[in-house]
């Protein structure tokens, strides 16, 4: 559903909220349609994984020279995904640029500051890569970003970018010595003004270049340097702040936050540990290793809770088939090497089975309730084998203990219970008459017994 403004633009309900509507928020919002966060039609917000994104700008990058005249546009000012921009700024332009500055202008100095960071709190969306001046500008649509977009920024627009350069500064040195004084003059000026723009560019080639393929660089004496060289690759679970901060030399021209953030990050202290993210992961791999030691909760958002903490990880796997659904399992890629949750979860069955079926006890309790709330439950399966194999005895008890506590029968079922059971039940005839004996006294027939050979 849109809102029609009545001029010629509609802005989505989204932003029905300011009224008037201001013109920066066409503007806006003409953006966002362009880096591939908003449908042009108005039908919300888009989903990079499932949409069709052909419309949108490639790799939801806006990159804007302003070494090039107003009038050229061989950025992606010129680029047919950018037709809505325009359109809007024909239309809200002059509300805005009251100087007269351009688009290009605004775009690249003014929009985030003035508008886009204010929109979102300090958490901005859409993010200005930027050159130390701020005359080579791209900007990036977060939920589009991947390990890719630097490289595609690289290749797309910098490089080619920097190709140009050179070629017009080739052109640029024979005029310079040419017999017309006027010409000479002007390439002279134009010359100067490509060779500032040719270093900016490179130095920004080379931030660019650092944040994709190893990491930014400390940003004082006092900040950690990070322990190991990675790819930029960003995970949206990190959010903006985190995110961010490992592109600060990148947006630091117009956002400063970052630039703390990545301190923060490094340091790691106190309240200001951001150890859980996946970029600490990433650049500190043994500090946050270390801590996910230690805190089980660090161990779940890093995939080694089973690792490091399978006792937890077993009981939270039982609650949770309870809570979510019986076939639940908390699950883990591999991590260091290792094949994942179902080599620690085996490795726990079978050198810690008396404390796994301690949980086992304990859960099935849980479920069972306390007091007034109490109703009695007909069995527990367990989704691993190992426990009735290796505990059979044990294992029998605890069903003893749980049906002569709630007067019901109960039974501990899992993929070895059946052939453990009877071999169990064979070697211990007069175990299988007590529990018969206790079914009956519960006033419930011998159900569960294995079935004769």
Known sequence: MSVD???????????????????????????????????????????????DLSQTLPAGILFLDMSLDPNDHRDSVGHPASAQIHEAWRIHGPKIDVKGKGLRTYLAWDFFNEVHTGMYEGKPIYWPLSSSSKTFVAWVNIHRFEGKTLSLLLSDHLSERLKSIEGELADLRGARSGDDSQASEDAEKQHSKLIKARDELKEFIANVELCANAGPPPPDAKTPARDVDARYDPDLDDGVMINSAALWPLLEPQWKDPKKWWKELASAKGKKDY????????????????????????????????????????????????????????????????DGDTEHRTAYLANQP?????????EALRRRGRGKDAKPIAELTLLEPGLWSALPEACWDLETKIIDKQGAPFRLLAPDEPQARAAYEKANPAESNKRAELLRSVGAPNMFASAPE
């Open 275 to 338: 150890d859980w993210s996946h970029l600490a992961m990433k650049y500190w791999p043994d500090r946050v290793d270390k801590k996910c030691q230690e805190d089980p909760s660090l161990g779940v958002a890093h995939g080694c809770f089973w690792k490091y903490h399978p006792a937890r990880a077993w009981a939270w796997e039982l609650r949770l088939q309870d809570e979510i659904g019986p076939d639940f399992r908390i699950e883990e890629k591999p991590y260091r090497d290792d």
């Open 354 to 362: 008396e404390e796994a079926l301690a949980a086992v006890e304990k």
């Open 5 to 51: 403004r009545g001029s010629g633009f509609d802005l989505p309900e989204y932003c029905a909220e300011y009224e008037p509507v201001a013109a920066d928020r066409h503007v806006s919002f003409a953006i966002g349609c362009a880096l591939g966060r908003f449908s042009s039609a108005g039908e919300g917000i888009l989903d990079p994984t499932r949409d």
